[in-house]
């Protein structure tokens, strides 16, 4: 009986991306409907999408009208859709924490990236997926600051992590240069907005994709990949 592929994705993503969320979920479908056929293990990479967001963060609302000359009516417009787009892909963009909702805001994400690196390294690819999609809720459901060291240190603690080997990998001077490094790779390979899917460290699919569409092209590279082995053998 051939065993099913185990392929690896490394998604490029940032904490305050819709898009990479509704495309993990896309891919969550894909990989169900590829269920004995192929699996993936899911690791994150660091990708800011606002490297120079100050540690007080910005308005949502501001922060769109700057950077996308937006007027608020088309940036409401523009939420509406990604809500819609997201209740279709599986996953709710509405508050869900206590009380009325905190203003919605956009912050730094390098210490968030620091805490995922360390997660994979110190727990693995399972661990650090679970503490990515709490980072998500954190942000999009809950409006938590996620630039916050004790937010991040009680999201991790969250997921079963040690709160002081997370506080001191928020101050570990060596996990910033690792995080610098991975970000800076993925300008070297022309990557300017996530997600973006390396799957088995050279194929990329860039996008947010619809679940066929990661589906066919993880086919496709298993496929590849297993005529490379056989070629080789």
Same mark, same amino acid.
């Given at each position: 009986m051939t065993q099913p592929a185990r392929l690896t994705i490394d998604i490029y993503s940032d904490v305050m991306c819709p898009w990479c969320i509704i495309g993990y979920r896309q891919l969550q479908k894909a990989l169900h409907e590829l269920e004995g056929e192929l699996s993936a293990e899911v690791r994150w990479l660091p990708f800011e999408l606002n490297p120079d967001m100050p540690s007080?963060?910005?308005g949502q609302a501001e922060h769109i009208a700057r950077k996308y000359g937006r007027? *608020? %009516?088309q940036a409401a417009e523009s939420r509406g859709q990604m809500h819609a787009i997201g209740e279709r892909a599986g996953y709710s963009f509405a508050y869900a924490g206590a009380g009325d909702p905190p203003p919605a805001k956009m912050w730094n994400t390098f210490a968030a990236h620091k805490l995922l690196k360390w997660a994979l390294i110190e727990a693995g690819a399972e661990v650090q997926n679970k503490l990515k999609l709490a980072l998500f809720d954190a942000h999009f459901q809950e409006r938590r600051n996620v630039s916050d060291p004790e937010v991040l240190v009680d999201i991790a603690a969250s997921q079963g992590l040690d709160r002081d080997g997370a506080r001191a990998a928020l101050d570990?001077? $060596?996990?910033? %240069?690792?995080v610098r $490094?991975?970000?800076a790779r993925a300008w070297d390979m022309n990557i300017s907005g996530v997600p973006a899917m390396i799957v088995q460290g050279k194929f990329l699919i *860039?996008? $947010? %994709?619809?679940p066929e569409v990661y589906a066919n092209a993880l086919r496709r590279i298993a496929a590849k990949e297993a005529a490379? %082995?056989?070629?080789?053998?």
């Open positions: 007080g963060g910005e007027t *608020p %009516q570990d001077d $060596a996990l910033s %240069q690792i $490094a991975e970000e *860039p996008g $947010a %994709q619809e490379a %082995q056989t070629a080789d053998t």
